[in-house]
């Protein structure tokens, strides 16, 4: 059964450090996302691609996240400098088209020092 | 208003017992309803869906009831099992030109031997 693909899947940085997460979406879809789990609490999108183009960032601190999707393939998520509070889990998924079932990754969990 | 309420925080079952998870929600424009399954350190994995045209949606021993007019909906899992044990989450899209879940803050279900 395919897989949505994510590394590291565990990530230990120091604050003010830059730090990326990758993400290989199954196969033939052509939605990804990234979202946010803290702890204790439920994910929260951060930004949504269909294809190559971003749909919707309305939630990514942009003075310090990034997300590309270069190929409308893989993407990579990025956060330069980390923060203390950015330590969470961070969920990649993927569903075959924009109203279509959303499949996730097993995340990187991501710790802050 | 994009808030998804849900309860309660944990629940503890005896095996074979009843587990019922509840989610209100005041956004009438919310057109899908899941429900994710999340197990320690993986990422969620979809349970069950429901529409809001529909009152109940039955699988195998997983039932979701939606009350369109209270405006809250509601996970039963019949004949729980040990397995059963994980954190389940309620969401809501957020429907127009995106796919956004919006999730609850999920509740940690232990079924007990």
């Known amino acids: 059964e395919a897989e949505v693909a994510q590394s590291p899947r565990y990530k230990i940085t120091e604050k003010s450090q830059a730090v990326a997460f990758w993400c290989d979406p199954i196969?033939?879809?052509?939605?990804l996302y990234w979202y946010r789990q803290i702890l204790g609490q439920g994910p929260e999108l951060l930004v949504q691609?269909?294809?190559?183009?971003?749909?919707?960032d309305s939630q990514l601190p942009k003075d310090r996240f990034s997300a590309e999707r270069l190929k409308g393939v893989d993407s990579t998520l990025k956060i330069q400098p980390a923060e203390l509070g950015d330590s969470a889990m961070y969920l990649c998924?993927?569903?075959?088209?924009?109203?279509?079932?959303?499949?996730f990754g097993p995340g990187t969990r991501l710790l802050v020092l | 208003q994009q808030q998804v309420k849900q309860s309660p925080q944990s629940l503890i079952v005896q095996k074979g017992g009843i587990s019922i998870i509840n989610c209100a929600y005041e956004?009438?424009?919310?057109?899908?309803f899941p429900w994710y399954q999340q197990f320690p350190g993986k990422g969620p994995a979809l349970l069950i869906a429901?529409?809001?045209?529909?009152s109940e949606k039955k699988e195998g021993r997983f039932t979701i009831s939606f009350n369109k007019s209270a405006k809250q909906f509601s996970l039963h899992i019949m004949d729980s099992q040990p397995g059963d044990s994980a954190t389940y989450f309620c969401?809501?899209?957020?429907?127009?030109?995106?796919?956004?879940?919006?999730f609850g803050t999920g509740t940690l279900l232990a079924v007990q031997p």
């Open positions: 998924a993927s569903s075959v088209d924009l109203l279509e079932t959303q499949y």
């Open positions: 196969s033939g879809h052509a939605t």
């Open positions: 691609f269909q294809d190559e183009s971003v749909v919707d």
């Open positions: 956004n009438t424009a919310f057109d899908y």
């Open positions: 429901i529409r809001p045209d529909v």
């Open positions: 969401a809501a899209r957020g429907g127009g030109a995106t796919n956004k879940l919006i």
